[in-house]
């Protein structure tokens, strides 16, 4: 399919190609079974501008937009989903900044956040707070000298390798929901320590961990936006960096479809490679035919923002649901297609479909990501549309 | 300023599959299907070499390469981690050359440039491994040269360099202007930058044939191919018995002795 991207687009999806293919895929399985975060690999994206793709050229940026970022983290999950969740989630962590941020607060932290030399984080889900975020239980009390911070945030990608984080926490408690704010939090900043790291099923070179302020004294400068909108930037920020997380889904599912394509082509059974046979061959054609489609839903809505449209709520949602599903299919399939040894930890397959699971999960789940484009269904008014 | 010349020769991708080489004994060819053509990896550490100096010091990176189908696409790739310029030396004439007649080639070429400090190839191409070019240019342009290098550093008009030997290295100066063939202990060609990889197609390309150049290459073949062709390789598997550990490890021994491995 043609996607009509720009020069630079085109050098951006290549250039992460190539790096995923040599750098990363030698060595991902190795990261997979240490649980290790790919440092080595943060550091190329780094040195290479592509932690920057959707960062204004004012903050050290190459100044294009979502689309951009999701052909990183597509190329980047084609080959490593950990990878492409611990780069896009840099990404997730300086959104909320970068859209309601002082100039102030984007020239201190967005040129270290463009150029790859810190890693940033985004925070909201508590042990009580998941897909009700409102739950929320972490404080910021103000005071003379600032806010302090208090409670614990959970399952926090990029947790302890960030140095930048994006703290929801409440302002003001008994407004709940309403009362939310957020706060830009450096690591190292006393009362701020991070717990458990979790053991996961996929992804498991990317860090999931806790987060822990007790006491934690920030700066007043350091609250995003004003106090009480917390929980609509974040509604915002989420709607805006799902694509990406549709980009992940959407880069496995491709890696996925290509080790299946590749695999039945070469394994001979009954005489023949067993692409030869019409119940594989139509499973390989549902399987392109999913990732195509999600591909084309994930840019669209990726073009949808980056032209500036105010609400896109829906499409959004869909390109993470439909992506995350034809990625948990895909990875299904292609598992079923390469038979005994798929399920083998010396073939690529297993840790894609372990992958695949979680991007169902996060970034809102898909029940609630469905609730969500049933409530824009209800409003919509079907006129000229 | 510097003028730091970088020779990079055009291969088949040393990486790929040996079953992807094929061998056409009666022409004394390799015949290569679907095998893309990269730069050669010790010309690579080359141009890495190249682009430290620059890093440290104010230089120009001039990139030529000979040969003939040249690949843009590929060759590109020096303009994109930070090369100023490339030359390429196309024509007919220039296929299949011997290492003196490529030597020769490049040195003519590196002659009409003028005015260079440093010239910079691989240790030996990915190819043919001979590893006699980059001494060659020097011959014929009467400059010194340092060979398998893993470290190059300017200092005040002079070139010091480590040279790799088998159990460690040397340390070697030498004036400029010199050449330096390095080795890939210097470490791997830096990926280009997405900056650079758009700035990149805006960088000079230049083109010179055999008569541009103003030379031929020499028409007799200093070196003569005989024979091209794939060994055979068998495999065979014995395995040594033994009633305990260490007669199973005295027969082994005695077995590879008996094969001169021992
Ligand atoms: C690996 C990993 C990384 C993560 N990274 C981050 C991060 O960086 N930052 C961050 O803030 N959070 C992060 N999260 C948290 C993640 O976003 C939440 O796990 C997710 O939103 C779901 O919340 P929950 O786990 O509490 O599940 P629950 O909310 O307890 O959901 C359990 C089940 O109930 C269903 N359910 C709940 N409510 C409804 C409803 N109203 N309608 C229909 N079904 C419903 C859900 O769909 C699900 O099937 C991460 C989680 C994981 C596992």
């Not at chain 1, 302090?148 to 399952?155: A, C, P, V, Y």
Request: aromatic share 6%.
């Amino acid at each position: 399919m043609e996607y009509f991207l720009t020069e630079q687009q085109r050098e951006i999806k290549n250039l992460t190609r190539t790096i995923a293919e040599e750098k990363i895929l030698p060595v991902r399985a190795e990261l997979d079974e240490k649980e290790e975060f790919p440092w080595e690999i943060m550091k190329i994206l780094a040195d290479t501008d592509l932690f920057g793709v959707y960062i204004p050229e004012e903050y050290g940026g190459l100044g294009g937009g979502l689309l951009d970022l999701c052909l990183v983290v597509e190329e980047l999950s084609r080959v490593c989903s950990a990878v492409a969740v611990s780069y896009a989630a840099s990404a997730l962590g300086s959104f909320t900044l970068l859209e309601y941020g002082t100039e102030e607060q984007k020239r201190k932290y967005l040129l270290d956040i463009s150029s790859g030399r810190k890693l940033a984080a985004f925070a909201l889900t508590e042990a009580t707070a998941g897909s009700d975020a409102g739950a929320i239980k972490t404080t910021a009390t103000r005071t003379s000298d600032g806010y302090i911070l208090n409670g614990t945030k959970q399952f926090i990608t990029n947790g302890g390798e960030a140095e930048i984080y994006t703290i929801i926490a409440l302002t003001a408690k008994e407004r709940g929901a309403r009362g939310a704010s957020a706060f830009l939090v450096e690591k190292g900043t006393p009362g701020f320590s991070f717990g458990r790291k979790e053991k996961k099923l996929g992804i498991r070179a990317s860090a999931t961990r806790e987060l822990v302020f007790e006491d934690c004294l920030v700066p007043e400068e350091n609250i995003i936006g004003r106090e009480g909108i917390g929980f609509i930037m974040t509604m915002k920020l989420l709607d805006r960096s799902r694509p990406g997380l549709g980009a992940q889904a959407l880069g496995l599912a491709q890696g996925a479809l290509e080790a299946a394509v590749d695999y039945a082509r070469k394994r001979i059974q009954f005489g023949h490679p067993i692409i030869a046979q019409q119940a594989v061959q139509q499973m390989l054609a549902d399987m392109a035919t999913g990732v195509e489609a999600a591909r084309a839903l994930v840019y669209a809505t990726a073009r949808m923002i980056d032209s500036g449209a105010k609400n896109f709520t829906q499409e959004s949602a869909m390109s993470k649901v439909f992506a995350s599903d034809t990625a948990m299919k895909v990875t299904t399939d292609a598992m079923q297609i390469f038979g005994g040894v798929g399920y083998m930890r010396d073939y690529p397959i297993e840790k894609m479909f372990r992958d695949a699971k979680i991007t169902q999960i996060y970034e809102g789940t898909n029940q609630v990501l469905r609730n969500a484009i049933a409530f824009e269904l209800r409003k919509k008014k079907w006129v000229g549309d | 300023m510097v003028n730091i010349i970088v020779c990079i020769k055009q291969v088949f991708d040393p990486e790929a599959p040996a079953s992807a080489y094929k061998i056409d004994a009666e022409a004394k060819r390799v015949i290569l299907k679907g095998i893309p053509p990269v730069l050669s990896p010790f010309d690579e550490n080359a141009l890495e070499a190249a682009l430290r100096i620059k890093d440290a010091h104010d230089s120009k990176v001039t990139v030529l390469s000979v040969g003939r189908n040249l690949s843009k696409a590929v060759l590109m790739k020096s303009l994109a981690v930070g090369a100023d310029e490339l030359l390429l030396l196309e024509d007919g004439a220039f296929e299949e050359m011997d290492s003196y007649a490529t030597a020769f080639t490049l040195a003519s070429a590196i002659g009409k440039l003028g005015g260079y400090d440093l010239i910079l190839t691989g240790r030996e191409a990915a190819d043919t491994n001979a590893g006699t070019v980059g001494s060659g240019i020097a011959e014929i342009l009467g400059i010194p040269s340092i060979t398998i290098v893993r470290k190059v550093e300017l200092d005040d008009g002079k070139v010091i360099a480590e040279r790799v030997v088998s159990d460690g290295y040397e340390v070697i100066e030498t004036p400029l202007p010199s050449l330096i063939t390095v080795s890939n202990e210097l470490g791997e060609l830096r990926y280009a930058t997405v900056k650079e990889l758009v700035a990149s197609r805006n960088k000079p390309i230049m083109t010179w044939n055999a008569q541009e150049l103003g030379v031929e290459p020499p028409q007799v073949r200093q070196a003569r191919l005989l024979s091209l062709f794939i060994p055979q390789k068998e495999n065979r598997c014995e395995i040594v018995g033994g009633e305990t550990a260490e007669e199973m490890g005295a027969n082994l021994a005695l077995k590879l002795r008996a094969a001169q491995i021992l």
